[in-house]
């Protein structure tokens, strides 16, 4: 099924009468093959500046909702009548990425340039936003949440490729039920420098310790080093 060039598609998702849905990422559009007949219906989006849909997904009514990642929006078609609603996202240059949709209809969206993860309501709008906590604030590095999964209690995994880990949200609470940040000793025996020990605030799993190693990163050496990693990225402790 050929489609126009520039559309460049990225997601797919289908419909509950096997209608195939795609984003025109390339072109702003959002298109719907028909695989019976080989029709292709597009849609363009109703402003230039939602440039780029990235990911749909269906709610229950049947509305396709999905992000425009570098635009910073979010978009709702209405299959029936064609009608497209367009809504900027809170915070500046999010990139809303993955998309997903839990037992009671709301909506998740991960974002891809900030530490957070929100939450729509597709009644009202009104869109919540939950920072993730940094598991080392002494070494920030931007978070890339690109994808969210939700468990059949609604609970909200995430992953952040920026500063590599898992994460989970609690909606009912909006913490990570399973880490606490506290003050302690840290112990450095990955530095190749003597073993300095320090007091920094980290996230701690509350899960049983897994004893890992790796190879230094300064160069001039070349064992490998023992640790315990509650998180990742991980903090070494002697």
Known sequence: FKLDPAARPHSIVSDQAGNIWYTG????????LDPETGDITVYPMPDPAARDPHTPVFTRNGDLWFTVQNSNILGRLVPDTGDIRLKSMPTERARPYGIKIDSKG????????????????PDSWEITEYETPDPDPTMPRSAHIRRIALTSDDMVWYVDSGRG???????????CPDCVLETREVVHTHEEKPVVVIKKPIMVKE?????????SKVKSSRKKRKGVCYVGPCTWLG
Do not use: F
């Open 25 to 32: 990422n390339g072109n702003g559009t959002v298109g719907m």
């Open 106 to 121: 709301m909506i998740w969206i991960a974002y891809r340039g900030a530490n957070k993860i929100a939450m729509v309501d």
């Open 165 to 175: 880990y898992i994460g989970r949200l609690n909606p009912k609470t909006g913490e």
């Open 207 to 215: 899960i049983p310790k897994v004893e890992i190693s790796r190879k």
